[in-house]
């Protein structure tokens, strides 16, 4: 009986304190020297099981913060209350091996190189390995059977060495991936200057009518600030792009400006939220809400326009679906124009400078498709290539804004139908128009036939007949029709080309 009580008091005594010890003082060794030993990560050819290991970082780094405020507690009531609650070993142990995998995780996720290195992660890095040392060294004192009070002053050392560390490395590990502003983002002002940032300017809804808003500032600026700035800011700048300012935004990131004045298309925020959103570098990332059509089209339009930081509203042209896509924006703004007509009444004002954003905007839902006549003319050519049956009344009633630029358009195998060729009358300029294996009719023809600047029609494959084509006869120009496999006789083919002497009928056989 008694060997075995000696016994077991020798384990306690003795063997567990080494124990811990030299496996404790392992732990620390290596976790100081994994850096050294790691070298940097190869972000080129990332680890998949790294990166998959790495994202359990987030998740188990706060159960040793959860566990050390707790023990932090205990030990403040122990000292100014009679209340004396004693951690228990077990707990201690618990949080050191945690905030030992936390860091070990929180390598991983370095070394799986989404983040690049910068002092604040140099900081966070060596903050979260001395809080996980001087957790296991807490453990370690508390380990041996000391004298009770040398026993508690080192204890109490060690814990609140270690809680002062664990704070450090945890605010900096929050600056990561929320930003260095995020807690006091919202504070008030006083609070702000008191902790040296700056007084925060709303950037809310602006009460100005829309005609003076500034468009950087009063529209634009608040959509990024939205959509993009929590991950492109001071102190968060992923790919070392800042969008909270004018001239961040153009100077841009790693891979060159963000926008390119006067031209939406090749700039690097559009392009990257134009990208299908599966795509890697589709911006917002998958987590994020994606930016809003209404609110692309107007970065595009401002972007189009020359991305000035000052103009107004008023300076630059503006389109009714510009003018719809910023009453959609959650603002104070008056729709000027009412909704339900804007589309169909009002036309691009101005020439080229508009029609191209209205080109920009639409090369979204007809890729390729729409291409200026060539570079001096403001003349549009569309085709149907990428869409054919796809493009039906419902997908052509978005070229309405451009229709009147329109010289030259390939129709062919599409699902429209008479309704579409409708919306051609106000294509006055149409030159060409290919309509071959459509579902239009002779109603079709009706439209055709005030299109005066007409030279060719492809009627190929259609429903037309005789009194359809008969009305052709009113368009001066026309110089070539196709009617292969059409209904159209002899005889109305004779009749046209007796009034159009230079017309080329192509009727095959
Ligand atoms: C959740 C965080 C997050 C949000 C929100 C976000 N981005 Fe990004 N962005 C990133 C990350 C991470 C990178 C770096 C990786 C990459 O290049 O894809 C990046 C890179 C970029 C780049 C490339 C910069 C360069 O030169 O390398 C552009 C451009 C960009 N973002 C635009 C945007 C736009 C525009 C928005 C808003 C519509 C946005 N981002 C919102 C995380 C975000």
Redesign the pocket.
């Known amino acids: 009986m008694t060997t075995e009580t000696d016994q077991k008091s020798c384990c306690k005594t003795c063997c567990r304190p080494w124990g811990i010890t030299i496996f404790g003082l392992l732990i620390i060794a290596f976790l100081i020297a994994m850096p050294f030993i790691a070298g940097e990560p190869d972000a080129e050819n990332p680890s998949d099981l790294i990166n998959f290991l790495g994202r359990f970082h987030p998740v188990i780094l706060h159960l040793p913060i959860g566990i050390f405020s707790l023990i932090i507690l205990q030990e403040i009531l122990a000292m100014f209350t009679r209340y004396k609650p004693q951690p228990g070993l077990i707990a201690i142990f618990v949080g050191a091996a945690s905030a030992v995998a936390a860091v070990l995780f929180g390598f991983m996720l370095y070394m799986g190189g ?1 983040y690049e290195m910068s002092e604040l992660l140099g900081d966070h890095l060596w903050g979260g390995i001395f809080f996980a040392c001087a957790a296991v060294l807490t453990l370690i004192v508390k380990a041996w059977p000391l004298q009770e009070k040398i026993s508690n002053v080192l204890y109490r050392v060690m814990i609140f060495g270690s809680v002062g560390i664990m704070t450090y490395a945890s605010h900096d590990g929050a600056s990561i991936t929320h930003g260095e502003d995020y807690l006091v983002e919202y504070a008030p002002n006083p609070i702000r200057e008191l902790l040296g940032h700056e007084p925060r300017v709303k950037t809310g809804p602006s009460d100005k009518p829309l005609e003076e808003q500034v468009v950087y500032a009063d529209i634009v600026q608040p959509i ?1 600030n939205k ?2 700035v ?3 800011k001071e102190g968060k700048s ?4 800042r ?1 909270d300012t004018y001239e961040l935004l153009v100077k ?5 400006e ?1 926008i390119v004045p006067g031209d939406a298309v090749k700039s ?6 134009e990208l299908p959103e599966d795509d ?2 589709h ?3 998958e ?2 809400t994606d ?1 809003e059509d209404h609110e692309l089209a107007i970065i595009k339009w401002w972007i189009s326009a020359g991305a000035d930081p000052a103009k107004t509203v008023a300076q630059l042209e503006i389109t009714a679906e510009v003018r719809d896509a910023i009453s959609k924006l959650d603002r104070s703004v008056d729709p000027i124009v009412d909704k339900s007509t804007s589309i169909t009444e009002t036309k691009p004002v101005g020439p080229s400078n508009d029609l191209a954003k209205s080109v920009a905007s639409l090369s979204k839902d007809f890729p390729g498709g729409l291409t200026f006549e060539s570079q001096a003319s403001s003349g549009l050519t569309f085709t149907s290539v990428s869409l054919r049956s796809k493009l039906d009344d419902q997908v052509f009633a978005k070229l309405q804004p451009v229709l009147p630029s329109m010289v030259a358009m390939d129709l062919s195998s599409t699902s429209i139908t008479d309704a579409s060729v409708k919306l051609l009358a106000s294509a006055k300029d149409l030159r060409m128009i290919r309509l071959s294996e459509t579902k239009i009719s002779d109603a079709a023809l009706d439209t055709l036939a005030g299109l005066k600047n007409l030279e060719s029609v492809n009627l190929y494959g259609t429903r037309v007949t005789d009194a359809g084509v008969e009305k052709l006869k009113s368009l001066p120009k026309l110089k070539r029709l196709y009617l292969w496999q059409t209904d159209v006789s002899e005889g109305a083919i004779g009749k046209l080309k007796e009034a159009l002497p230079g017309l080329e009928i192509i009727k095959g056989i």
Do not use: A
């Not at 690097?268 to 939220?273: A, H, L, Q, S």
């Open positions: 989404t990024l959509r993009c929590e991950c492109h992923k790919g070392k792009f969008m841009g990131g790693k891979e060159g963000g690097k925020i559009i392009y990257r939220c890697d570098e911006m917002p990332p987590s994020k930016i």
